[in-house]
């Protein structure tokens, strides 16, 4: 058994559905169907750091901490959408992530901001562990993960918006049949520019370039959607 699948099944606590998708819901079911706020991680609420294993590395990005609780403070789903497969290439397992996780919760907690759900895929690209084919419904940009979450959550997906650094972020939005994607300028954001910018098609708005700050703006016309 490899380092990550030790730690796998180590860690009794882990969230993991039968994909082994980490599924982790701090709220119940909302009576009535709406819009969400989902973000990835790496590049765009913390600094980039390929396959983050170590707390001490956390650094969130300028203003995601503020955005992140204004969504809160106007009623809006915030939910965490991350591809982790550093757990399945065995340089980390499930304890590490949920550490690093910890960590960024308690930093940007500073500013009264929080996450009511998160979601994280441990699978390679092209398939699961040890799988050369099918490839993962769950990693972005597989739908799989805002999928699961709104059926947890009662979301409407069709006027919810993605945020992220890479265009599989945005595509993931799109095949989830969200209404916008946003493209932050950090972590791969400046490579994928151009990537996002054609996805844009009817039905899904496409933002491209500017910081995550900048949602702070533009929150209360998701909430008039509420």
Avoid at 27 to 41: I, N, Q, T, Y
Avoid at 120 to 125: D, E, G, I, V, Y
Avoid at 211 to 220: F, S, T, V, Y
Wanted: net charge negative.
């Amino acid at each position: 058994m490899g380092m990550a699948g030790q730690e796998q099944e180590d860690y009794a606590e882990a969230p993991l559905d039968a994909e082994r998708v980490w599924c982790e819901t701090r709220r119940s079911p909302l009576e009535a169907p709406r819009p969400a706020l989902f973000l990835d991680r790496d590049g765009t609420l913390i600094e980039l750091e390929p396959y983050l294993s170590e707390p001490g590395k956390v650094r969130p990005i300028a203003g995601a901490g503020r955005m992140i609780a204004r969504a809160n403070a106007i009623g809006l789903p915030v939910i965490v959408i991350t591809n982790q497969s550093g757990i399945d290439r065995g340089y980390y397992g499930w304890a590490a992530f949920a550490a690093v996780q910890r960590r960024l919760e308690r930093l940007i907690g500073v500013e009264g901001a929080r996450f009511d759900a998160v979601y994280a895929c441990p699978h390679l690209p092209g398939g699961r562990a040890g799988e050369q084919a099918p490839g993962s419904l769950y990693r972005k940009p597989g739908p799989g993960m805002l999928l699961r979450a709104a059926e947890v959550l009662n979301l409407d997906l069709r006027r919810s918006w993605v945020v992220g650094d890479a265009a599989s972020d945005l595509e993931a939005g799109l095949r989830a049949g969200l209404c916008r994607g946003w493209l932050v300028p950090t972590g791969y954001g400046a490579r994928d520019a151009e990537a996002a910018r054609s996805l844009t098609g009817a039905g899904f708005e496409v933002v491209v370039g500017r910081p995550i700050e900048a949602l702070i703006g533009e929150l209360d016309d998701l909430a008039a959607a509420l």
